[in-house]
C-alpha cells in the first residue's frame, strides 16, 4: 500500500513538472494568448440594439457610415481561445450582439476582453445593454430610450437626452447630458449616482430614496410638480443633480 501511495505521488511529482516545463516553453494550455474577433451588420433596417456580454468592459461610441462595427479583443489561455463566440444578427429591426460562451466552465478566471461597439450617427428607438459583471461607457449615441444593466461594474454614459432606465447592484452610475428632457429611473444597491446637466431643467419631479447616502441636488431654480421624473434610489450610495 505505501509502494502504491508513492508511486502515485512520484507520478503527479512528474506530470506538474512536465506541465510546468511547457508552460515556460509556451506550449502549455495555460498560456494566455491574445485574440481578436471583428463583425459588422447594416443599421438600414435597424430601430433597436441590444447587447448583451457577461465580463470585460462595454464601450460604445458613434462612427462614420452605415454599419455596426463590432471588435471582442483581449486574452485567454490556449484551452480556452474557443470558448467564447462573437454572435451578430438582425432580426424585425433589433440588432442583436451578444458574447456567448459555448464550452467550458461557467467562470473563466483567466479570459479578459473588451467589446468596443461603433455604431453610425443615427437615432434608435431603443439601446439596450445586459452585463453581469462588465462596466458600461457610451459616448454619443442618439436613441429615444436607454436600459442599461449590469451587477457589479460601473455605468458611464454620455449623450445628448433620452429617457433612461439603468440598474446595477454594486457598480456606481454617472450620467451626463446635454439636456433632461425624459425620465431617468436610476438604481443601484451600494453605488453612487450621478446626474449631470448642461442646460438647467425648467421642471422636474425629483423623487430620492437612500438608506445612509447623502443626498444632493444643485440646479438653478425650477417648478416642480412638472416635467420629467428624476426617481434615484440607492441603499449605501449617494445620489446627486447637479448642472454641469
Do not use: C
Not at 444593466?149 to 445628448?160: E, P, S, Y
Amino acid at each position: 500500500m505505501k509502494k502504491i501511495i508513492l508511486l502515485s505521488i512520484f507520478i503527479i511529482g512528474v506530470i506538474g513538472v512536465a506541465n510546468l516545463y511547457w508552460f515556460y516553453q509556451g506550449d502549455s494550455e495555460l498560456n494566455l494568448v491574445d485574440f481578436e474577433v471583428n463583425k459588422s451588420l447594416s443599421v438600414a433596417n435597424v430601430d433597436h440594439v441590444q447587447i448583451i456580454s457577461p465580463v470585460g468592459t462595454v464601450q460604445i461610441v458613434q462612427s462614420e457610415g452605415d454599419q455596426i462595427q463590432v471588435k471582442m479583443k483581449g486574452k485567454t489561455t490556449k484551452k480556452t481561445e474557443n470558448n467564447y463566440e462573437l454572435d451578430i444578427q438582425e432580426s424585425d429591426g433589433q440588432a442583436s450582439i451578444e458574447v456567448k460562451k459555448t464550452k467550458g466552465n461557467l467562470f473563466d478566471l483567466y479570459t479578459e476582453y473588451d467589446l468596443i461597439v461603433k455604431v453610425p450617427e443615427t437615432e434608435f428607438t431603443q439601446f439596450q445593454v445586459h452585463t453581469e459583471s462588465a462596466s458600461v461607457e457610451m459616448n454619443n449615441v442618439s436613441s429615444n430610450k436607454y436600459v442599461l444593466k449590469t451587477v457589479t461594474g460601473d455605468m458611464n454614459i454620455n449623450v445628448v437626452q433620452g429617457s433612461f432606465d439603468i440598474r446595477t447592484d454594486t457598480g456606481e452610475i454617472l450620467l451626463e447630458l446635454e439636456q433632461i428632457i425624459d425620465d431617468i429611473v436610476g438604481k443601484s444597491v451600494t453605488g453612487d449616482i450621478i446626474i449631470k446637466s448642461q442646460q438647467p431643467p425648467e421642471a422636474l419631479q425629483i423623487d430620492f430614496d437612500t438608506d445612509t447616502g447623502e443626498e444632493v441636488i444643485n440646479i438653478p431654480s425650477y417648478i416642480t410638480g412638472k416635467g420629467p421624473i428624476i426617481k434615484l434610489s440607492s441603499n449605501t450610495g449617494d445620489l446627486e443633480l447637479v448642472s454641469k
